[in-house]
């Protein structure tokens, strides 16, 4: 199975900026999109980007304000880039993967691999 692993959270002042790291334990050719997610107590997880292998291209309906998604395929890391980050910033955030055909990229229900999260606060 693949394995995720996240890092780079950590406590950010108002309005600053962190890049989320996630590393992809081969085999990473069983998986075709990444996604990152998030969550608050007693909240559902909420998708914030995905991105698809290979092509390294970002499925438009899945991004949200502030954040960017990349790849670096040589190192099988996705990165997670949030920009001026508000209050509500404050969460776990989780990236995934999943292989198939990713027909429903922000949807957290169809993600099979899961990372262990790493915690981001804004202060």
């Known amino acids: 199975d693949v394995q995720l692993v996240e890092s780079g959270g950590g406590l950010v002042r108002l309005g600053g900026s962190l890049r989320l790291s996630c590393e992809a334990s081969?085999?990473?050719?069983?998986?075709?999109?990444m996604g990152w997610f998030r969550q608050t107590p007693g909240k559902e997880r909420e998708g914030v980007a995905t991105?698809?292998?290979?092509?390294?291209?970002p499925y438009p309906d899945t991004m949200k304000d502030r954040f960017t998604i990349s790849l670096d395929n040589a190192k099988n890391t996705g990165y997670l880039q949030i920009d001026n980050l508000s209050p509500e910033g404050t969460a776990v955030y989780y990236c995934a993967a999943q292989g198939g055909l990713c027909r429903r990229p922000g949807a957290a229900d169809d993600f099979v691999y899961w990372g262990q999260g790493t915690q981001v606060t804004v202060s």
């Open positions: 991105i698809k292998l290979g092509s390294g291209t």
């Open positions: 081969a085999p990473t050719y069983s998986i075709n999109c």
